[in-house]
């Protein structure tokens, strides 16, 4: 059973640009998470998806980030007009059901913004 | 806003020395998470605790959650240099998010 899978691994912007980082849950997951990682800092939660939903975006910043889970395909964050401070490691988790502790973490993608 | 504070921040220390590691909250957990995370790598779950007073062991890991589930801890017995990285307690409070601690780093030295 493979596990969390995310692409890039890392990626690399310039202000300004886009950034689309893509996350494949766990086999039979439906629920996917997004947190973001600073350099010596613990993970910051951003937003909550279950397929064609948004369930919590409490930890989205207002502006230039979005999310989705498709019906079909990967959940996609899309970070518009990246800036320097957007610079982190960004992991996806994926649940099997609502019992949000049981959570299993991708990779990360590494995002450098230049 | 629920916060999480590990202790220590960093700790370094001899292989085959014996370690805890702290998880403390002022807020109950209805369950509690620790993962280890290497360098470059996403977060893995060691174990969740859920009950009260209860204690978990995984081989030279021993986990305990305090008997008013607002603290745990981790001990390591006898660690080994595969023991080095971020150890992050991670609390889900009422039917909440689950919200992630600072980390304790942890080397040991061969």
């Known amino acids: 059973n493979a596990g969390v899978m995310q692409n890039p691994r890392h990626l690399v912007r310039r202000r300004g640009q886009e950034a689309r980082l893509r996350c494949s849950p766990m086999k039979g997951h439906s629920h996917v998470y997004w947190y973001r990682q600073l350099p010596e800092e613990g993970l910051k939660f951003m937003v909550y998806l279950q397929k064609e939903n948004i369930i919590d975006e409490s930890g989205m910043p207002k502006e230039r980030f979005s999310a989705e889970f498709p019906k079909e395909g990967p959940s996609i964050l899309r970070i518009q007009q990246v800036v320097r401070g957007d610079s982190a490691a960004y992991f996806c988790a994926s649940s099997p059901s609502s019992r949000t502790y049981e959570q299993y973490f991708g990779p990360g993608t590494r995002l450098t913004v230049t | 806003t629920q916060l999480l504070e590990q202790s220590p921040q960093f700790l370094s220390i001899q292989e085959g020395e014996n370690l805890t590691v702290y998880c403390n909250s002022s807020s109950v957990f209805s369950s509690l998470q620790w993962y280890r995370q290497e360098p470059g790598e996403g977060p893995v779950l060691l174990v969740t605790v859920v009950t009260g007073g209860e204690v978990k062991k995984l081989k030279r890991l021993t986990f305990q959650f305090g008997d008013a589930r607002k603290d745990s801890s981790l001990h390591i017995t006898a660690a080994q240099p595969g023991d080095t990285g971020l150890y992050l307690c991670?609390?889900?409070?009422?039917?909440?998010?689950?919200?992630f601690g600072t980390g304790t780093r942890l080397t040991i030295i061969p």
């Open positions: 991670a609390g889900l409070f009422g039917n909440e998010k689950l919200t």
